[in-house]
């Protein structure tokens, strides 16, 4: 069973217990291992004979036994005397099976803390009592709200240190939950204890007989799993593609939700469509149909598509955004700070590639819980910023999907952040990293003046054969005649070239139309009127194009009648023809949803082409992309 993806798990006699995973942390020093050490003991976690032998190689060592040897794998660890890396244990309260994750505390292993916290359900806070609140016991509580963990219970240890006091007690107690209710954490106990002498951590003490609240296996059995990553929908992370005899197996681990041979899934980024015609294993094909989170599968599609180390496997209809712009929320942990304009290293899921910094907000030192008026992220602080990427990703808010909503930052191939996924732009294709564009040696006024009209992109849309090409080559001719400069960027020559390569998926079909409009605000951008004759059939996706064209775009609605398109003479203009090489837009005229902000439509079977051509110019005119009079230049130097 993986634990770290399951939120229940099974007793020999078949009954099911939920499972929480809870990440213990806290400053250097404060008990956190002696803590979790008794916890073993006191709940029967220990393996038979444990103790006795770690009690006999202290003996032999001269030093005295720490209940944290228990956890303290590492030699290092033992001769220096901290934790350095996450240790993952399991026991078992009254009602839970627990995995604890004791991450470490100290300033110079927060990065294996984030390690170890992104996979937690909730979290135990120590605070020593002697030494009370620290700058890293509230970086700690910070960065748990980083994480989006939202239960907390605390732990204030070392309650012998100051004579079990209970001033001292409300104290630390009040501090430190000022705090995290700062940060929208409420803490869900307090519990007071002495680790070392079991005081409070199972059972009552009567040292402290002015505290009647929960020990901290009581604390522990009112915390919750998250919700079961079965029910989130699939995410299935591809790590390698295996060629077995004519099999090519794409291989990974179900991150959320489940699958099964015959589902239909969508690739991200790349929105391709396939079913899942085997589920395989190794020796033997797994013995359930059906496959959840935390499983490691491998699957054979019913096509052969192009599938890569990174992508994202999940059910048409639920699948990740995929984009090259995200907002993050990020701990940062490299000493150089992060500034604007930073080239590094994204790694989401499986994926990563290069990114820049685009901007920086919100910084904030956890120390001090004080936003800073600053363009960089320090070491050890928090802030928000935007990130382009260099290739696309697909990606999830933390919020829908907590697995497939966090990021690792690195830089020179060592982690220098993380952080969760705040927003998802989709769509957004950023400028990739190290690319810096050239802008025209002619000015868009000199461009004016030469043809009298300003850059625009006319973008027809309607039915197959409702007359947009040929509206469009006649407006072509239109404004050639008159010494413009015309484009046309016809939908289907297109797809014979440089979109040749897009299917007809909803998500191909989105890219097509980006496509499409990136050439021709480009071409716009240059002085250019780039005539776009397309179905476009989706309004969100001419939406996108309207987005990226802004000021320049002008959508013209060839509203001819369905029955009208239908009719037409195969031979003509109008190739009745043409709709049949749109493969996989099937009953196009119920998916086709018209405009409702046209800046213009026109109804071919009503007018001629002059008539139409007509009308297009003069909305060309009114809206401002047609001069009545030539430019003056000199007046606008």
């Known amino acids: 069973m993986n634990l770290m993806a399951s939120t229940t798990s099974t007793t020999s006699g078949g009954a099911t217990r939920p499972l929480v995973r ?32 770690l009690q006999a190689a202290s003996r032999r060592r001269g030093v005295p036994f720490e209940w944290s040897f228990l956890l303290d794998a590492l030699q290092t660890e033992r001769d220096q005397g901290i934790t350095i890396d996450t240790t993952q244990i399991s026991f078992r309260t009254r009602s839970r099976d627990v995995v604890m994750i004791d991450a470490p505390g100290h300033a110079e292993f927060l990065r294996n803390m984030i390690t170890g916290a992104s996979q937690a359900d909730a979290a135990l806070l120590i605070v020593d009592a002697l030494e009370g609140v620290r700058d890293q016991t509230r ?41 995290l209710i700062g940060l929208g954490l409420t803490p869900s ?15 009552a003490t009567p040292r402290m007989p002015w505290y009647d609240g929960p020990t901290v296996v009581e604390a522990l059995d009112a915390l919750e799993p998250m919700r079961p990553l079965e029910r989130l929908p699939l995410r299935l992370p591809v790590q390698a593609i295996y060629k077995f005899d004519d099999r090519r197996i794409v291989a990974g681990r179900i991150e959320s939700g489940g699958l099964i041979a015959g589902d239909e899934i ?51 209809g639920t699948a990740p955004r995929d984009t090259s712009r995200i907002r993050a929320r990020i701990f940062w942990l490299h000493d150089k700070p992060l500034t604007k304009g930073a080239s590094i290293l994204v790694r989401l899921g499986t994926r990563e590639t290069r990114a820049s910094v685009v901007n920086i907000e919100k910084a904030v030192d956890p120390g001090e819980l004080k936003s ?38 690195e830089i020179n191939g060592r982690i220098a952040g993380g952080g969760l996924v705040l927003s998802v732009d989709a769509g957004q294709r950023a400028i990739p990293v190290d690319i ?20 625009a992109v006319v973008w027809l849309t309607g039915l197959p054969a409702s007359g947009k090409s040929t509206l469009a080559r006649a407006l072509e001719r239109r404004l050639f005649g008159n010494g413009g400069a015309p484009i046309l960027l016809d939908g289907d020559t297109l797809r014979a070239g440089l979109n040749g390569d897009l299917g007809f998926s909803a998500a191909d079909r989105s890219e097509n139309i980006r496509r499409l409009a990136e050439v021709a605000m480009h071409l716009a951008r240059n002085g250019q009127i780039a005539i776009v004759a397309a179905i476009s059939p989706a309004r969100a996706d001419r939406a996108a194009a309207r987005h990226i064209a802004d000021i320049a775009f002008r959508e013209i609605y060839v509203s001819t009648p369905a029955e009208v398109c239908e009719s037409r003479d195969p031979k003509g203009h109008y190739a009745k023809a043409r709709a049949g090489s749109l493969q996989g837009f099937t009953g196009i005229g119920n998916d086709y949803q018209p405009p409702t902000e046209a800046e213009l439509a026109i109804d071919t079977s009503t007018c001629s082409v002059t008539e139409a051509t007509d009308e297009i110019e003069r909305m060309l005119i009114r809206t401002g992309v047609l001069f009545d009079e030539p430019v003056d230049l000199a007046a606008n130097i």
Not at 194 to 202: F, L, M, N
């Open 436 to 455: 810096v564009p050239v802008r025209s040696a002619l000015r868009a006024d000199e461009r004016s003046a030469r043809y009298r009209h300003g850059g």
């Open 372 to 409: 800073i008026e600053s363009e960089s992220i320090a070491c050890n602080h928090v802030g928000e910023i935007d990130i382009a990427l260099a290739e696309p990703m697909a990606a999830d808010c933390h919020a829908d999907n907590p697995r497939t909503g966090r990021l690792v930052i």
């Open 22 to 53: 809870i990440v213990i942390v806290g400053h250097v020093d404060h008990g956190k291992s002696t803590l979790v050490g008794r916890l073993l003991f006191e709940t029967g976690g220990l393996a038979s004979g444990k103790l006795e032998a």
């Open 139 to 179: 970086r700690h509580g910070y960065l748990l709200h980083l994480l989006g963990i939202k239960q907390v219970a605390i732990v204030v240890n070392k309650m012998d240190r100051v004579d079990f006091s209970p001033e001292r007690f409300q104290e630390i107690s009040a501090e430190i939950s000022a705090h």
């Open 266 to 316: 969508v690739i991200m980024p790349k929105g391709k469509i396939a079913r899942i015609r085997t589920v395989e294993g190794w020796p033997a094909a797994p013995r359930e149909a059906r496959q959840t989170a935390g499983r490691s599968v491998g699957i054979t599609l019913d096509r052969e598509l192009f599938v890569e180390r990174g992508d994202v496997i999940a059910h048409v």
């Open 189 to 203: 106990a307090v519990v007071p204890v002495s680790a070392r002498d079991g005081d409070g951590v199972a059972v």
